[in-house]
């Protein structure tokens, strides 16, 4: 079992930065791929980034070099650095966990989900 508790979200104005956090707890957080998914009001959740457990990382094409997502293992947490923000990123950001899944950009590879948390960006 694996518990995330996500932070970091916040209201910002367009071009600001943020971190967001995802803290887990439970046994061989090492183990798992790690992803971000967010979900703005009226659309279905899509996907961010993941970070696999080797540390690898994979975005959605059209966040790439803007998003950066890291992990530190001895913090069993793992981080999406956000730089200019626009208003089209609003949404609830989630952390979530696999162990077993292959593309990793689909909600239905993840065995543990966060609670979200909002991020607001004003024009």
């Known amino acids: 079992q694996v518990q995330l508790v996500e932070s970091g979200g916040g209201l910002v104005q367009a071009g600001d930065s943020l971190r967001l956090s995802c803290a887990a707890s439970?046994?061989?957080?090492?183990?798992?791929?790690m992803g971000w998914f967010r979900q703005a009001p009226g659309k279905e959740r899509e996907f961010v980034a993941v970070?696999?457990?080797?540390?690898?990382?994979y975005y959605a094409d059209s966040l790439k070099g803007r998003f950066t997502i890291s992990r530190d293992n001895a913090k069993n947490t793992v981080y999406l650095r956000m730089n200019s923000l626009r208003p089209e990123d609003t949404a609830v950001y989630y952390c979530?966990?696999?162990?077993?899944?292959?593309?990793?950009?689909?909600?239905?590879?993840?065995?543990?989900w966060g609670q979200g948390t909002q991020v607001t960006v004003s024009s």
């Open positions: 439970g046994r061989s957080f090492s183990n798992y791929h």
């Open positions: 970070i696999r457990w080797n540390g690898n990382g």
């Open positions: 979530a966990a696999s162990r077993t899944g292959w593309t990793l950009n689909k909600p239905n590879e993840y065995d543990y």
